[in-house]
T-cell receptor, first 109, second 120 residues
């Protein structure tokens, strides 16, 4: 079993839909990251969370430390949101990231 | 915001030759740089961690003599794939770790844009 699990693996949506991607982890962490990888391969860091909730534009990320679970929400989805979304965590006392397998999102007009 | 410049973005080379990939942090000092490899539709696989001024730490199964990493300054780390073979064809991406701790405002990871290597 992977230390970081994401669901769903693939997700398709119509433009305007509300999207949720889930991440569960089994190790103790100091931080959780949500990353976006575009078709060209470049990776952008969206959020770093250690507790609570963060919002940036149409993106919202939440984390529940007790339940070891995080969600990434996209409101009013748009075709340009199509990408792979990756959850990654810092385990305690390490700078290394442990990655989930990613969620491939396609938003159709 | 923090930017990591990675070059080249793609390279095609002949078997047996060496290829150097550069990652440069443009507006911050990166004491730690991570090098990843990614196969199609798979997640990132950590190859090695490089710290400025010291030898890189390689993950199990990664040949340090084949994937040479140099981190000579706080803003530049390089990965050289030596004697490349077709099985080395992959997407390589670096990530710079901002200095500080989780509580430091600038703490975090900034990724390069990646290098697609094709060995023919």
């Amino acid at each position: 079993k992977n230390e970081v699990e994401q669901s769903p693996q693939n997700l398709t949506a119509q433009e305007g839909e509300f999207i949720t991607i889930n991440c569960s982890y089994s190790v103790g962490i100091s931080a959780l990251h949500w990353l976006q990888q575009h078709p060209g391969g470049g990776i952008v860091s969206l959020f770093m969370l250690s507790s609570g909730k963060k919002k940036h534009g149409r993106l919202i990320a939440t984390i529940n430390i007790q339940e070891k679970h995080s969600s990434l929400h996209i409101t009013a989805s748009h075709p340009r949101d199509s990408a792979v979304y990756i959850c990654a965590v810092n385990a305690y006392n390490t700078d290394k990231l442990i990655f989930g397998t990613g969620t491939r999102l396609q938003v159709f007009p | 915001g923090a930017v990591v410049s990675q070059h080249p973005s793609w390279v095609i080379c002949k078997s047996g030759t060496s290829v150097k990939i550069e990652c440069r942090s443009l507006d911050f000092q990166a004491t730690t740089m991570f090098w990843y490899r990614q196969f199609p539709k798979q997640s990132l696989m950590l190859m090695a961690t490089s710290n400025e001024g010291s030898k890189a730490t390689y993950e199990q199964g990664v040949e340090k003599d084949k994937f040479l990493i140099n981190h000579a300054s706080l803003t530049l780390s390089t990965l050289t794939v030596t004697s490349a073979h077709p099985e080395d064809s992959s997407f390589y991406i670096c990530s710079a770790h901002n200095t500080g701790t989780v509580r430091t405002p600038n703490y975090g990871y900034t990724f390069g844009s990646g290098t697609r290597l094709t060995v023919v």
